[in-house]
T-cell receptor
């Protein structure tokens, strides 16, 4: 079974609008972490935001916030006030407590920000 | 700039050959991770080293091996290369206190012809 599922292969959003990128996960480990990375066309992987399974508050980093719904096993990324530079591939990833620190990645969502 | 360096940036080689990819982690980071990103397999964890010792192993082929040296840089060796080994190979590092972030290097794009 997929451990990380990103069901949106591609998304479009207008500049200055907010967009939500979906991510669901599957684990039986009570201790885990969820990550979002951005991969622009240049190829590098840029860390955006982290949410721990025991964190009470949803994580936020500037224009990025993580909508963490533990019961639903979802960890959606919300980007507010989209900018043209946000056009990229976005990956959701999970680190399980019993699996060392390795990350398991989803298949990614290609986001295109339009004028 | 994440602080993780990888060389070379691009590598083109023929089937059957052997190559070595090099990674230097961020200053102070003891863990190094190797990931492979290919069109058909997506992003996959290969192997992790912590302070010179192998810590975790993922879907790494027997033709591939890695090591971490005393200065903490790491090398990923790929041998008997096949067309399907063409991919972007990332190295990442994380802080010693089990920090949450994994910082990725710029990657090495390997093309096997």
């Amino acid at each position: 079974a997929q451990k990380i599922t990103q069901t949106q292969p591609g998304m479009f959003v207008q500049e200055k609008e907010a967009v939500t990128l979906d991510c669901t996960y599957d684990t039986s480990d009570p201790s885990y972490g969820l990550f979002w990375y951005k991969q622009p066309s240049s190829g590098e992987m840029i860390f955006l935001i982290y949410q721990g399974s025991y964190d009470q508050q949803n994580a936020t980093e500037g224009r990025y916030s993580l909508n963490f719904q533990k019961a639903r096993k979802s960890a959606n990324l919300v980007i507010s006030a989209s900018q043209l530079g946000d056009s990229a591939m976005y990956f959701c990833a999970m680190r399980e407590g019993g699996g060392g620190n390795k990350l398991t990645f989803g298949t990614g969502t290609q986001l295109k920000v339009e004028l | 700039d994440s602080g993780v360096t990888q060389t070379p940036k691009h590598l083109i080689t023929a089937t059957g050959q052997r190559v070595t990819l090099r990674c230097s982690p961020r200053s102070g980071d003891l863990s190094v991770y190797w990931y492979q990103q290919s069109l058909d397999q997506g992003l996959q964890f290969l192997i992790q080293y912590y302070n010179g010792e192998e810590r975790a192993k993922g879907n790494i082929l027997e033709r591939f091996s890695a090591q971490q040296f005393p200065d903490l840089h790491s090398e990923l060796n790929l041998s008997s290369l096949e067309l399907g080994d063409s991919a972007l190979y990332f190295c990442a590092s994380s802080p010693p206190q089990g920090g949450n972030e994994q910082y990725f290097g710029p990657g090495t794009r390997l093309t096997v012809t």
